[in-house]
């Protein structure tokens, strides 16, 4: 079973659009195997946006990203990295298609609410920056037993 990592921005959480977000992994049926409310420090912030040091957009995207607290989730589901970057929607929200979190809900590039890992040694990399291994959790999503 494949697992990506994934972060509600800070603006996400300052306009509520925590449970919206969720909602849209929960209802496709993805797993939530992880889940922290946390204030990203600099450490975290350099070691996520390695990839992307020298670039442009760097120091205001790690600024962004360090003014609010963060949602850090980890997703599982067969090939979710991939169907998770399809729910979230292009990188440039004017791009986005309808439908998706950045078509329906975000307007700038850097502001885009979400970060999704884009590959399999990504998703494992930026996963172990904020949960060690025994924060995932394992269980069983069958409901039967609920209702
Ligand atoms: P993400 O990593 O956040 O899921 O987004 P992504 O793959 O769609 O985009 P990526 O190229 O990895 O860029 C990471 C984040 O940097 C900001 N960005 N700004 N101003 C710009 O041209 C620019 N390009 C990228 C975005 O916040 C993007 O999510
Ligand atoms: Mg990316």
Not at 58 to 75: C, Q, R, S, T
Request: glycine share 6%; net charge negative.
């Amino acid at each position: 079973m494949e697992r990506t990592f994934v972060i509600l921005k800070p603006n996400a959480v300052r306009r509520g659009l925590i449970g919206e977000i969720l909602k849209r992994f929960e209802q496709r049926g993805i797993k939530i195997v992880g889940l922290k409310f946390l204030w990203m420090t600099k450490e975290q912030c350099e070691k996520l946006y390695e990839p992307h040091l020298g670039k442009p957009f760097y120091n205001e995207l790690v600024e962004f990203m360090m003014g609010g607290p963060v949602v850090a989730i980890v997703l599982e589901a067969p090939r979710v990295i991939e169907m998770v970057r399809h729910i979230v929607g292009a990188t440039d929200p004017l791009k986005a298609e309808a439908g998706t979190i950045r078509g329906e809900f975000a307007l700038t590039v850097t502001k885009n609410l979400i970060h999704a890992s884009d590959s399999l040694e990504n998703a494992q990399r930026e996963m172990s920056i904020f949960f060690t291994e025994d924060e995932i959790i394992n269980y069983n999503l069958d409901i039967q037993e609920d209702i």
